[in-house]
């Protein structure tokens, strides 16, 4: 890997750390759900991706593992302190969207 290469990884790898804490201390308040509906991805994604990506570099990591790694505590415990029920107007959203990328 070139100096550039690992440059290039740092910044990325900082600007994940960013959203990271933004999404998981700044704005704890914004749904998962929400999130889902306008930009079509979610902190649970986020954490999956990165299960993913360790999957990848042979460090075996399921999706529990992933969740709780990402969200720095038992994903169980996030969920209770900050997630909320879903609302008939956002779980109607989410439908209204998936049915959407079905027909495409």
């Known amino acids: ?3 550039a290469d690992r440059t290039t990884v740092e910044i990325e790898a900082a600007a994940f750390r960013r959203l990271r804490k933004h999404l998981l201390e700044d704005r704890p308040d914004v ?14 994604c986020l954490a999956d991706w990165y ?7 042979g460090i075996g990591m399921d999706k529990g593992a ?6 720095g505590m ?10 909320r029920p879903a609302t ?3 779980i109607e959203a989410f439908e209204a969207l998936q ?5 495409k």
Not at 31 to 44: P, S, V
Not at 74 to 83: L, N, T, V
């Open 31 to 44: 749904q998962n759900i929400d999130l889902m509906i306008l930009a079509g991805f979610c902190r649970n």
């Open 51 to 57: 299960g993913e990506a360790a999957t990848e570099h």
């Open 74 to 83: 038992p994903f169980s415990e996030w969920k209770a302190q900050h997630q």
């Open 1 to 3: 890997m070139t100096e």
């Open 99 to 103: 049915h959407g990328r079905e027909g």
């Open 66 to 71: 992933a969740r709780d790694h990402f969200y």
């Open 88 to 90: 008939p107007e956002q």
